[in-house]
């Protein structure tokens, strides 16, 4: 991970002004970030992660619609109805037995967010910010997801252009189920990659 | 019903049956702020409505639409206008600020937090 990949694009302006708020007030003790989120998370459920569950359960049933996705995410989202209403480029990276993807924004809080929603605190966090990136293994484990020491683990940082969607790999025992069960079995951490998709078995968060 | 709860209801936002609805994060994090500060006895919805309302009205006497974006580019300028007229914050202050978090972005590095440069 040594090349030079620098977030080049500039946040929105009025990105900077919500950010510069936010940034005094919690510093000056007048807003307690935990109490902000908490708040923030209320409304998670009104754009995604509902989005992001359908694409991916789609991805799992349609192989033809799996290839559009892959090769250009953000017009395959775009089918459903989707969009990045920022116009940044959505990309979709899948786990196999032999790679697990994990997405983070080491620069602050960038966010498939047209598809997962708003995010969770902890993706905002400083630790996970820069630990993901240099102890990813040890990142996943205390989200419970153990890895085989044979499987490939790769970061993907995202930045105001592009944006990632991780694929979980479909469950063991779903393969009778319907697109929208399918769904239910995708949560959030699935498709930021801390977690993999839920068993058959499981109910859905 | 709370006292948010109705104050919500009389300034109309955007919302569906479940709630308030945003389109992107930054809506709904100057919307949390704006909960926050109110929770914390920092202004009333009254002081805020009055603030507000008199950015909606700049908005539409610009021909500005009333879109959830628009909507929340008046709230976020009547959130920073309530924040200096309570002394809360200094428009130096946010200004200053802001500049540090713009030249962060253009300067960070891959691998690395961001991190505000307080000497800039």
């Not at chain 1, 510093?27 to 998370?41: H, I, Q, R, Y």
């Not at chain 1, 820069?130 to 940082?157: H, M, Y």
């Not at chain 2, 100057?30 to 006895?41: D, H, M």
Request: aromatic residues 8%; contains cysteine.
């Amino acid at each position: 991970m040594g090349h030079n990949h620098k977030h080049s694009a500039p946040l929105s302006d009025t990105v900077l002004r919500v950010k510069s708020l936010e940034s005094l007030l919690v510093e000056k003790g007048l807003v307690d970030t935990a109490g902000l989120d908490a708040l923030v998370e209320r409304y998670e459920h009104q754009v995604g992660p509902r989005n992001g569950a359908a694409v991916v359960a789609k991805s799992w049933v349609d192989p033809g619609f799996k290839e559009r996705l892959m090769k250009d995410a953000s017009a395959a989202i775009a089918e459903l109805g989707y969009s990045g209403a920022q116009g940044e480029e959505l990309v979709a990276v899948e786990n196999t037995d032999a790679v697990h993807n994990v997405v983070v924004c080491t620069l602050c809080s960038c966010y498939p967010w047209p598809v997962l929603g708003l995010p969770p605190v902890w993706y905002k966090s400083a630790p996970y910010r820069s630990r993901v990136v240099r102890e990813p293994r040890a990142v996943l484990k205390e989200f419970g997801t153990e890895l085989s020491a044979d499987t490939e683990v790769r970061v993907w940082d995202s930045t105001a252009e592009t944006r990632y969607l991780v694929i979980p790999q479909r469950p063991v025992g779903s393969e009778n189920m319907s697109e929208e069960a399918l769904a239910a079995l995708v949560s959030r951490d699935s498709m930021i990659g801390v977690t993999v998709a839920l068993n058959p078995t499981e109910e859905a968060a | 019903m709370s006292d948010f709860d109705k104050a919500l209801i009389e300034m109309a936002i955007p919302r569906n049956d479940e709630g308030p609805v945003f389109d992107e994060p930054w809506q709904a994090q100057a919307f949390a702020l704006t909960v926050k500060l109110n929770e914390s006895g920092h202004f009333t919805w009254g002081e805020w409505a009055d603030i507000f309302g008199a950015e909606i009205a700049r908005a539409s006497k610009d021909g500005r639409g009333c879109g959830n974006e628009n909507y929340y580019l008046c709230w976020l300028a009547a959130l920073e206008t309530i924040v200096t007229a309570k002394n809360i914050l200094s428009a130096a202050q946010i200004a200053d600020r802001k500049e540090g978090w713009r030249h962060a972005n253009e300067h960070t590095e891959y691998g690395k937090s961001i991190e505000l440069d307080h000497a800039h």
